[in-house]
């Protein structure tokens, strides 16, 4: 059974900086993507940034310049590196797999990890 746990998110005054990670466990037929979304109370979970099986990489407008998605494949973790962070950055960040099998995908999600971005 595929797993993925979060970690590094807190609280932090504006300006400054986190990085979370995702480590993911458990058998993975092929990975296609990996990414982290966000959500606010209140708001729709939406997607922060992507990293393809290739490495390519997409970013929500609000964050392109100021976050980096990465992955490092031997340790099975992905990253979030996020600089200049603004109060509405705060939320709950969740990372996501999608697997990819002949003819089906599956996605399989992380418990979520907060950051609270006040001074």
């Known amino acids: 059974q595929v797993q993925l746990v979060e970690s590094g998110g807190g609280l932090v005054q504006p300006g400054g900086s986190l990085r979370l990670s995702c480590a993911h466990s458990?058998?993975?037929?092929?990975?296609?993507?990996m990414g982290w979304y966000r959500q606010a109370p209140g708001k729709r979970r939406e997607l922060v940034a992507v990293?393809?099986?290739?490495?390519?990489?997409n970013y929500a407008d609000s964050v392109k310049g100021r976050f980096t998605i990465s992955r490092d494949n031997a340790k099975n973790t992905m990253y979030l590196q996020m600089n200049s962070l603004k109060p509405e950055d705060t939320a709950a960040y969740y990372c996501?797999?999608?697997?990819?099998?002949?003819?089906?995908?599956?996605?399989?999600w992380g418990q979520g990890t907060q950051v609270t971005v006040s001074s």
């Open positions: 996501k797999l999608r697997e990819r099998r002949p003819g089906v995908d599956f996605d399989y």
């Open positions: 458990g058998r993975v037929f092929s990975i296609d993507t």
């Open positions: 990293i393809r099986s290739g490495g390519s990489t």
